[in-house]
């Protein structure tokens, strides 16, 4: 076992203990013990998944991937503004439309991040995923056009270079 | 008695979106605009009243708890979102821009 | 405590309609939407409930319910997904046949 390992097994173990603790709250040796024991198994558990895991997935939280998810939620706040005005205005306002977003130029780690911020803003869905594009299903045409133009691609891609 | 007028508006506000997606629930004509409106309610409904609910405890283990509940479902709710628009249109439900299309090429 | 009981009266009437929404839905998917609404507004209603009678201990509960709904909507929706390509796969297959 390299230095590492060691560092991201006992990153986890700290985590893992203090998601114990806050589902138990209880501090009692004996459930204590029961929550050390839990821990290192998931640890065993964890060390040989990652031994057999060839495409491994990790996600950093550091000070940019913190500004996008305020970003995000304002984001989240606006477009929930505008699919209020929709659900309580007129319904002729609504016009559903499909468009096709190129992701090979994001990098595979951050494409499930794109397609989820995409579904977690109301107004947009993301339909179906491959290689290539993602399908999009918006409100109305100009969300649609936006996404195309916007933001959000630079800003996953600058989270992206900040975890590197 | 500050926190407790911002935790009044706060889950005012989120009571009030909450039955917003629920309207749109009904008032939306297909499938796929109805997830638009049920993603209302997933996503501002819950960051609002979980909100609120945070600045009535004393910011200890509860709300570290209710954290956890707002990321967990910050985090699943897009994901079951997709997961349900994908299996629609794999199952072969059109959207309304595209039975629109049907129609005007039957037409034509 | 007033707004509580009132934030617990606009949730239950989100879920009764998300429910309403379920039973007279077209599709097998606008009656997994509604489940699903359903599922996450009872997350946050035993969230309120526990704040309204005074036992913040509802939101372990609510923690576990949480992981129940999406667990149970991703099963739910592999097995349709699943059922559905089949029964396409069925059709052609027997389309073939006759022709």
Known sequence: MDKKTIIYLSVWAIVLSGFWLLLSGFLKPLLLAFGLISVTLVLILLHRMDNTDTEQQKLALNLSFLRYIVWLLGQVVSSSLSVTRLVWGNKKELRPAIGKLPIDKIPQKSRVLYANSITLTPGTLSIDIDDKYVTIHALNDESIESLKHGDMVDKVYDEYKGAQ | MILETLSIIFLVLGAFFSITGAIGLFRFPDFFTRVHAASITDSIATLLIIIGLILRTDFGLIAVKLLFILIFLLLTSPTASHALAKSARHGGLLTMAETRDDKNKEAH | ?99
């Open chain 3, 1 to 99: 405590m007033l707004i509580l009981a009132a934030t617990c009266i606009a949730i239950l009437s989100v879920m009764i309609l998300a429910l309403a929404r379920a039973l007279k839905a077209d599709t097998v998917y606008d009656r997994i939407l509604g489940v699903n609404m359903f599922g996450t507004k009872t997350v946050l209603f035993i969230a309120v409930i526990g704040f309204f009678s005074g036992r913040p201990d509802f939101l372990d509960i609510a923690i576990v319910y949480a992981l129940i709904n999406f667990i149970g909507m991703i099963a739910v929706l592999r097995f349709f997904e699943y059922t559905a390509a089949e029964e396409q796969e069925d059709d052609t297959a027997k389309e073939d046949r006759t022709s």
